[in-house]
T-cell receptor, first 112, second 108 residues
């Protein structure tokens, strides 16, 4: 029962470095999402992909890019990491937009 | 975007029912009410959702006020494993608008 798999689980970057967070789901879901969660707060949507081949901005897209590589995989890229991007990043998927979302265990990213 | 208001924390005794309130006075007619929970160091987990009518599933019940300006998540018999942060969320199209949630503490 893999569900949603995120890699890596932890990462430390220096300011200005780039990095790609990987996400894969094995539930044949159409929609996928990237969120960030700062301490003591709820999740904020960065980007989502309603279906394979489409991506749209969420609430906080600045500083990020995404790629829906195929139906299973949705990656998040930080081109030039900044300390303000230190956060826990969650990937999620759902059968369709509006349906319950299934989440991965998160990537804990620290930028020094 | 419509927002939700929840108490910061609540305590309950093990094996007793828990009622978690949520206010969403600016909800629109097409917004669904979703509840998720998050255990420490884990990703959120879907609990239940509804639009107008009360809903039940194996995890919980959702009671929605007639005017839809508030709702209550009901855990019928809380266990220690139910200790988590519970989020009441409004869904607008593809986007879930998350608040800070209610930290539920279960006392043995």
């Amino acid at each position: 029962n893999a569900g949603v798999t995120q890699t890596p689980k932890f990462q430390v970057l220096k300011t200005g470095q780039s990095m790609t967070l990987q996400c894969a789901q094995d539930m044949n879901h159409n929609s996928m999402y990237w969120y960030r969660q700062d301490p003591g707060m709820g999740l904020r949507l960065i980007y989502y992909s309603a279906s394979e081949g489409t991506t749209d901005k969420g609430e906080v897209p600045n500083g990020y890019n995404v790629s829906r590589l195929n139906k299973r995989e949705f990656s998040l890229r930080l081109e030039s990491a900044a300390p303000s991007q230190t956060s826990v990043y969650f990937c999620a998927s759902s059968e369709a937009g509006g349906q319950p979302q299934h989440f991965g265990d998160g990537t804990r990213l620290s930028i020094l | 975007d419509a927002k939700t208001t929840q108490p910061n924390s609540m305590e309950s005794n093990e094996e007793e029912p828990v009622h978690l309130p949520c206010n969403h006075s600016t909800i629109s007619g097409t917004d669904y009410i979703h509840w998720y929970r998050q255990l420490p160091s884990q990703g959120p987990e879907y609990v239940i959702h509804g639009l107008t009518s009360n809903v039940n599933n194996r995890m919980a019940s959702l009671a929605i006020a007639e005017d839809r300006k508030s709702s209550t998540l009901i855990l019928h018999r809380a266990t220690l494993r139910d200790a988590a942060v519970y989020y009441c969320i409004l869904r607008s199209n593809y986007q879930l608008i998350w608040g800070a949630g209610t930290k539920l503490i279960i006392k043995p």
